[in-house]
Nanobody, 115 residues
Framework: QVQVVESGGGLVQPGGALRLFCAAS????????MGWYRQAPGEQRQMVAT???????NYADSVKGRFIIGRDNAKNTVYLQMNALQPEDTAVYYC?????????WGQGTQVTVSS
């Protein structure tokens, strides 16, 4: 059974930084794509950043130049380094992995940017 577990959320002041971490377990297959999505109250879940096993990266326009995604294929982990955080980055952040035709989600971790 595939499990996806996030960690690293919290409260940070505007301009601060946080690193989110996600670990996937329970599968012997290659994880094609790993990524981060976020959902603010009253809004739809949106893609933040994704990275394929081959290293192709995609960022949402709103986070380009501020966030960095990276993964360790051998350990099935992915991180999201978030810099220059702003109040509009406040949301629940979800880790997402794609194995074949199947998508798996973590339980989410809250990120709050406030003074």
């Amino acid at each position: 059974q595939v499990q996806v577990v996030e960690s690293g959320g919290g409260l940070v002041q505007p301009g601060g930084a946080l690193r989110l971490f996600c670990a996937a377990s329970g599968s012997h297959f290659i994880i094609y794509r790993m990524g981060w999505y976020r959902q603010a109250p009253g809004e739809q879940r949106q893609m933040v950043a994704t990275i394929t096993a081959g290293g192709s990266i995609n960022y949402a326009d709103s986070v380009k130049g501020r966030f960095i995604i990276g993964r360790d294929n051998a350990k099935n982990t992915v991180y999201l380094q978030m810099n220059a955080l702003q109040p509009e980055d406040t949301a629940v952040y979800y880790c997402n992995i794609i194995i074949g035709p199947q998508a798996y989600w973590g339980q989410g971790t809250q990120v709050t940017v406030s003074s």
